[in-house]
């Protein structure tokens, strides 16, 4: 077996997991891949014979035959991480080291009680979908997000206007701070703070969501992932914002934007006794009122 292992940062709190952790896929003689920034960061941290070990630092050289890629973070760590992954299917075995993830929801201080499940395939896969931008007028890199695509004004205390069109059809002009599509996977983020809806992540959806709307009847939207979503800007400035997942590139009202559903999913890994209900209730401290 192979895995690979990437994070954005480590520290003394996680030191004495991460040396059992590594003690322990040594002694089962697996094999490790290591992103590179993450590798010096870990160097820094604990000590463990790292000469052998093969490194990636992008979707170029990841290599192929990795089995399960764990990631050492929080939802934040995936979301980068499915940058590196992309379409090579990996199943993503999500690492906890700060609060409750809705990704990530394997706690670092349980990760050799969980190792025996996960190594030996005694989990379920969960498929998310991602969304795809396109443009003529501009080139995208990675033009993909797992949680959401946002349009935002820039450098302007005006609102901007969103005319957006689904599958050809005139759908409405938002008149708002911006406007937010996301994933199932993306409605509790976002697009939840800004008052969209819960949404399953088995749901086939976008949410259309927008940013504080001027028009107050202009409510959040579902529509089906299969649709085609065509976004142009207004604003009083000649630039906005395009966001994918955080990833922000400034473009010009100029550029229309084409969203659709990617066509390839990430596939997160989830333990069996580990449900999206119960991670919903745990990170939304639904009966938290003793009342309930």
Known sequence: MKIGIYGLKAGEEQKASF??????????????????GFLEILKELISFDHSELETFSSYENLQKDIDLFFTFGGDGTILS?????????????????????????????????????????????????????HS??????????????????RETTSMITVEAFMNGEFLNAF???????????????????????IVHPDNHTFIITPIAPHNLNVRPLTIPDDSIIELSIDSRVDEYFLSLDSRNKPLS????????????????????????????????????????
Not at 104 to 132: F, P, W
Request: glycine share 8%; charged share 25%; with cysteine.
């Open 19 to 36: 040396e059992a952790f590594f003690e322990e896929l040594r002694s089962r003689n697996i094999r490790i891949t290591i992103e590179t």
């Open 81 to 133: 991480a499915a940058t590196i992954i992309q379409d090579k299917k990996i199943p993503v075995v999500g690492i906890n080291t700060g609060r409750l993830g809705f990704l990530a929801t394997i706690n670092i201080d349980i990760l050799l009680e969980s190792l025996e499940n996960i190594l030996s395939g005694n989990y379920k896969i969960s498929e998310r979908s991602l969304i795809e931008v």
């Open 136 to 153: 003529d007028e501009e080139d995208i890199e990675f033009p993909f997000a797992l949680n959401e695509i946002s349009v935002t004004r």
């Open 175 to 197: 008149w708002a701070d911006g406007l937010i599509v996301s994933t199932p996977t993306g409605s509790t983020g976002y697009s939840l703070s800004c008052g969209g809806p």
């Open 253 to 292: 009202t100029k550029v229309k934007l084409k969203l659709k559903k990617a066509g390839f999913f990430l596939h997160i890994v989830e333990p069996k006794d580990k449900t999206y209900l119960m991670t919903l209730r745990d990170k939304m401290f639904w009966g938290s009122d003793k009342r309930n």
